[in-house]
């Protein structure tokens, strides 16, 4: 081939999202050379399949990253807190799936199909944005580029596997447990999550929204360049095991017709037009898994105000929310020789 190729780290390669890394990894072919799997203490003795052969766990420390060019994270804030620095040190490029420096202005925070400028020449870390926001901003991009955007009303529902493997357990084990006329067993969230749903996603601010709401309003400011967006979000966890969904409303600055919308977001990257009500046509969690596109639907006017709209959003949130996102900036960087 003659193409460049690369020495990648996977950290929290263990974990609901680090394990999907390295299947999208191998799924888009990316141009892996060499490949490490980094996790705690915990994981060491697990292997992971990684074309064709079983990668072993190795237990994540300081001297890890000699060697390593690209090394994507997703082990939880502190661990990034703690190794990113350390792996940019040691000459990596960071793709870091946490919060923890999302909103530091001096890292960039990037969806390649909206705001790909603004990556720029590693070593150093490149920030991927919360799930619910990636696929929002993806929805919006093409509608913003048209006509702008003032402000922005959104409802979540949101799949158990944010929160990671061990909740995905937590709502099966309910879920059997129910069945069974057994006790419901509870670890991780505050309140039965099987055949309920809360408004609570994070913890509470002094504000009264939760990390989560403000992770959408802050991050999408942020990606689209734009902090005049009005953002006004409520985010909920709903019973389902991975796809998140999205009640979208905006006010756009200049009028857009529904047909306009749907002609935009059919030649959007990253979409896909879901939205023939005659047919029952609109986009659902179920058939979001496992893909790396966002389904938008439903679009109507919002008549109750100047210039609104409303639309049905939906996305894998653990590939394009989280790992697909990640290896997809890896491959802009590749694509603009930034790497
Ligand atoms: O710190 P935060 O920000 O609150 O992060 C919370 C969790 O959110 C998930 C991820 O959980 C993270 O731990 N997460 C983060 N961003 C996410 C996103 N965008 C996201 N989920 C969805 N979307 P996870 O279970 O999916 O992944 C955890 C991975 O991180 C590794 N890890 C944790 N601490 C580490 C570390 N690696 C290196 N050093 C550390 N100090 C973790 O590896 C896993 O790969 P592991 O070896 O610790 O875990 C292997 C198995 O053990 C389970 N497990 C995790 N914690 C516990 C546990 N079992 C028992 N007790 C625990 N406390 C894991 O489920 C895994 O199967
Ligand atoms: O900020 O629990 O990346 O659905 C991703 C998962 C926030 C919480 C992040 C969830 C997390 C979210």
């Known amino acids: ?187 991780i969230y505050p309140y039965q999550i099987a055949f309920n749903c809360f408004p609570h996603i994070g913890a509470f601010l002094d504000n009264g929204y939760t990390e989560e709401e403000m992770k959408m309003v802050n991050e999408t400011r942020k990606i689209f360049n734009d902090p005049s967006i009005g953002v006004c979000a409520t985010t909920v966890r709903i019973p389902v095991y991975y796809g998140h969904s999205e009640a979208v409303n905006i006010e756009t600055r200049t009028p857009l017709s529904v047909e306009k919308a749907r002609e935009l977001l059919a030649h959007a990257p990253g979409v896909r037009l879901v939205d023939d009500p005659s047919q029952l046509a609109y986009p659902m969690p179920l058939d979001a898994v496992g893909k790396d596109e966002t389904l938008v639907g439903r679009i109507r006017l919002d008549p109750s105000v100047e210039n609104g709209l409303a639309m049905w959003v939906v996305a894998d949130n653990i590939r394009k929310g989280a790992a697909s996102n990640a290896v997809q900036i890896a491959e802009a960087l590749m694509a603009r020789n930034l790497l």
């Open 1 to 187: 081939m003659g193409e460049k190729s690369f020495q990648v780290a996977v950290v929290g390669a263990t974990g609901a999202v680090g394990n999907l890394m390295v299947k999208v990894l191998e799924e888009r072919n990316f141009p892996v050379k060499g490949l490490k799997l980094l996790a705690s203490a915990r994981s060491v003795g697990k292997t992971l399949p990684f074309r064709g052969a079983d990668i072993p766990v190795e237990e994540l420390k300081e001297d890890s990253f000699q060697g390593v060019e690209i090394a994507l994270f997703s082990a939880g804030g502190s661990v990034s807190k703690k190794f990113a620095p350390i792996a940019a040190a040691a000459g990596c490029v960071v793709i870091d799936n946490s919060s923890a420096f999302r909103m530091d202005p001096a890292v960039p925070l990037v969806v390649p199909e909206v705001n790909p400028d603004a990556l720029v020449a590693g070593p150093g870390i490149i920030a991927n944005p919360n799930c619910s926001t990636i696929q929002m901003v993806v929805a919006l991009k093409p509608l913003y580029d048209a006509v702008g955007i003032r402000r922005i009303v959104v409802t979540t529902f949101q799949a158990v596997s944010g929160t990671g493997k061990r909740a995905i357990e937590e709502l099966r084990g309910q879920v059997e447990a129910l069945v069974q006329g057994k006790e419901i067993p509870r670890q």
